[in-house]
């Protein structure tokens, strides 16, 4: 489509000011002591809010049983509502071979079509309590983590890094995020639906193969290909009209590629991926994708231009709208 932009310099924006909280570097250490924890099976008492139950169950709907919704080894952490509060409040205080039956109202807007707006009675039994034993924090459990990691000190340090990199990687979309939705408030486009079903596409291969990662489907889920296209397709009318901006700002600057900034580039990816950069190169050359990473780091070069000749004012995050902390 022929269009201009305007008024994409100068633009007020805000940007979260951040700062490191030391909390975040036990937190995450929290989280790799768990991950490399130990099950144990739990003698001598119910289940409690941390254990990892194991349960077998049956659906029943109207009392009877829905056909294909058997299940057997299904391993949940109590008190972590991954299911259902109504299903995990059942589990707590439940002993090993004990059967129940628990029965959950789903919501209407549930996105399992199967089960929105009906009750669900769940026939579990017990068949397994597992409790997860946390190894010592100290230098020892630092040095299996890794041959860089000498100390537990160390390893801190490394975490704050990491933490650091992430939390600024964070703040940097989302401001690029709000710059380009105040550009784009004023513009009407009209985007060629070819390249919405493209990014359609690309949303959806995206999240069936995070499912297959998980050892899901979107069978097992219940949810129909076309109602995940339709909730896709808001994001992907959003992503086009930002490519087609971007592009557009880019002609209007005279903004071109230059090899810094494709080798700029590549080290950024390789320094993410923890490879070498002739590595990455090559494994995007061979893949035939060096075409559609250039046209992404043009769209990096022109948001830096955009944030650099924006009106940036640092904000805490307590002073962020509503609407400005989900970008």
């Known amino acids: 489509p022929q269009f201009e932009v305007k008024d994409y310099s100068g633009v007020e924006v805000h940007k979260e000011k951040w700062s490191f909280d030391e909390k975040q570097v036990e937190e995450e250490l929290t989280r790799i002591r768990e991950s490399s924890g130990k099950l144990n099976p739990v003698e ?14 049956e659906e ?71 409790e997860l034993e946390l190894p010592e924090l100290n230098d020892e459990f630092a040095k299996k983590l890794g041959p860089d990691f000498e100390t537990l000190d160390i390893l801190k ?76 397709e808001p994001m992907s009318r959003k992503r086009v009209k930002e490519i087609l901006m971007l592009s557009q700002i880019a002609r209007q600057e005279k903004m071109d590629l230059t090899d810094e900034d494709v080798d700029q580039g590549f080290r950024e990816i390789a320094q993410g991926m923890g490879q070498e950069t002739e590595t990455v190169k090559k494994f995007y050359e061979a893949k035939g994708l060096m075409d559609s990473l250039k046209d992404q780091f043009l769209e990096e070069k022109v948001l830096r231009y955009l944030v650099e000749h924006g009106n940036i004012s640092e904000v805490e995050r307590e002073a962020l709208t509503s609407k400005e902390e989900d970008r």
């Not at 008492?45 to 941390?50: I, S, T």
């Not at 299940?71 to 090993?96: C, E, I, Y």
């Open 157 to 232: 340090e490394e975490i704050r890094k990491s933490l650091t990199a992430r939390e600024e990687k964070r703040v940097d979309s989302q401001l690029k995020e709000r710059l380009l939705d105040k550009i784009a408030e004023g513009l009407d486009i009209e985007l060629p639906q070819v390249m919405v079903d493209l990014e359609t596409d690309a949303y959806l291969e995206r999240f069936k193969m995070n499912l297959r990662g998980t050892g899901g489907s979107l069978e097992n889920l219940g949810i129909p290909e076309q109602k995940l296209r339709e909730n896709f």
């Open 44 to 57: 001598g008492r119910p289940a409690r809010e941390g254990d990892h139950i194991v349960l077998e169950y």
């Open 60 to 130: 029943l709907l109207d009392g009877n049983p829905v056909d294909g919704a058997k299940t057997s080894n299904q391993m949940m952490l109590v008190g972590r509502n991954d299911f259902h509060p109504n299903f995990d409040q059942a589990l707590v205080g439940l002993n090993k071979e004990e059967e129940k039956q628990i029965e959950v109202a789903f919501e209407e807007n549930h996105p399992n079509e199967k089960w929105a707006g009906k009750k669900v009675t769940f026939k579990i039994k017990v068949s397994d309590l597992k």
